[in-house]
């Protein structure tokens, strides 16, 4: 079963660290990948620019709206993801664990809807 | 009808009330599905009252009980299959998975099964509302109306709740399977958490129908029980004599006009003496392993106050040494 982690964190968090302290957790990240691809788990997986790279479109009967930055004001950002092959939850929950980013902010774990054709 | 067949009905009856939850268990566990499971379940019943009576009761009842739920469901399923292909994809995997318990009547396995759903149902990914309502529906096979009730919530929002929960353990695949040894301990406490919160909710809640909440103190200490003879552990020792302790004090706590009696001014020769000695061994059992956690710090706490005749004579002692 496929399960999508979003790691979700302060991106001032990022803006803040120093290059010795972002070098230690991109190496943490390196690891990590290597580890979940030599387990099988990895199938894909990428780091997002910040917020303030986003742009938001919404179409309302038939007129496109634009507008910057993301969906809504929180305190954590969408900084990530990678979508994983898992035995069940546990499984999942397992590897999401480990993602450096859990640390730092949260992952969210959510299954991947099939659709029968 | 012969003696023969009222009595094996008498059986069905019996079984249904001693083994039900156990042969749910496993259903679960062999149709990865709860609604399913259900299903066979009073289908395997079902088939029992009709069987038994003319061919006699199984040498293993809840085998054989199994073994009819499992093949029920799978025709059920079978029977869809010309609706919809996949279903017979579905029957066809199932069908291929034979458990060993189901011929051979190994009862090892049974056990297991039920500790895995409890593990299941009390899983961190679920709201802990929903964890006590699928507990007790699941493994304690209360009714809704029954949790309902005890929980002051009205049925429908209380089925709903059931249905949520069964829905996720499905969506996202949660398992039945005991946790391996590193998440074990975080886990048991998960579920530790969940069967006292069933526990105060009949112990201290001082409103709401008086049977059914010492009820639910009575089901949370079976479930404890259970729990403990399927897993050793010394806070699941702490818990149950936390609870065993605390309600031996059920019939002097409250007075005739439902006004709560303080501890120093209880009737002592009220206390459960039964509960408060089994309490006791489990204490100095949870208290002896070396792994003392909160639970059992609690028990011992109370087991110091059971163990006083009165108010006066508690050992203070003993309790700052704790």
Redesign the interface.
């Known amino acids: 079963?496929k399960y999508l982690c979003l790691i979700y964190d302060e991106e001032s968090l990022w803006q803040k660290m120093s290059p010795d302290e972002m070098g230690k957790v991109m190496g943490e990240y390196n690891a990590f990948g290597e580890d979940i691809k030599a387990s099988g788990h990895f199938i894909g997986g990428n780091a997002l620019q910040p917020t303030s790279s986003a742009t938001t479109i919404r179409v309302r009967n038939g007129k496109t709206i634009t507008s910057d930055g993301p969906f809504a004001e929180t305190k954590e950002q969408l900084g990530g993801y990678y979508l994983i092959e898992a035995?069940?939850?546990?499984?999942a929950?397992?590897v999401a664990g480990r993602i450096p980013g859990a640390k730092l902010g949260s992952v969210e774990?959510r299954?991947i809807m099939v659709f029968?054709s | 009808m012969t003696d023969a067949s009222t009595r094996a009905r008498e059986i069905v009856e019996s079984t249904y009330r001693s083994d039900s939850r156990r042969v749910l268990a496993t259903l679960v566990r062999l149709l990865g599905d709860f609604d399913v499971a259900e299903e066979a379940l009073h289908d395997a019943f079902a088939a029992a009252l009709e069987r038994w009576p003319v061919d006699g009761v199984p040498a293993n009842p809840r085998a054989w009980l199994v073994s009819a739920g499992r093949f029920r469901a799978i025709d059920h399923i079978r029977r869809r299959a010309r609706f919809d292909a996949?279903h017979a994809e579905i029957a066809a995997e199932l069908e291929s998975h034979v458990p060993i318990s189901v011929h051979g009547g190994d009862d090892d396995e049974i056990p297991d099964d039920r500790l895995r759903l409890i593990f299941a149902c009390c899983?961190p990914?679920l709201a802990i509302e929903a964890q006590v309502a699928l507990t007790l529906r699941t493994v304690g096979g209360l009714t809704t109306e029954e949790i309902a009730r005890a929980f002051l919530v009205p049925a429908p929002t209380l089925a709903q709740r059931i249905v949520r929960a069964k829905n996720k353990i499905r969506?996202?695949?949660?398992?039945y399977?005991i946790?391996g040894q590193a998440?074990l301990p975080e886990r048991i406490d998960a579920v530790l958490a969940v069967i006292y919160l069933i526990f105060n909710e009949g112990y201290s809640a001082t409103f709401g129908d008086e049977l059914t909440r010492a009820d639910m103190c009575a089901e949370s200490i079976r479930l404890a029980r259970m729990l403990a003879e399927l897993h050793e552990d010394s806070e699941v020792d702490g818990l149950l004599a936390l609870m065993l302790l605390h309600d031996s004090r059920r019939a002097a706590r409250i007075a005739g006009d439902g006004e709560p009696i303080l501890l120093d001014d209880q009737d002592r020769t009220l206390w459960d003496q039964a509960k408060i000695r089994e309490g006791i061994t489990l204490t100095t059992r949870a208290l002896a392993s070396g792994r003392v956690g909160p639970y059992a710090l609690q028990a011992a706490i109370a087991a110091v106050h059971a163990e006083a005749r009165t108010a006066a004579e508690t050992d203070w002692g003993e309790i700052v040494g704790l």
């Open positions: 079963m035995k069940d939850l546990n499984d929950l397992q774990v299954p029968n | 996949r899983h990914a969506d996202a695949r949660i398992p399977e946790p998440e």
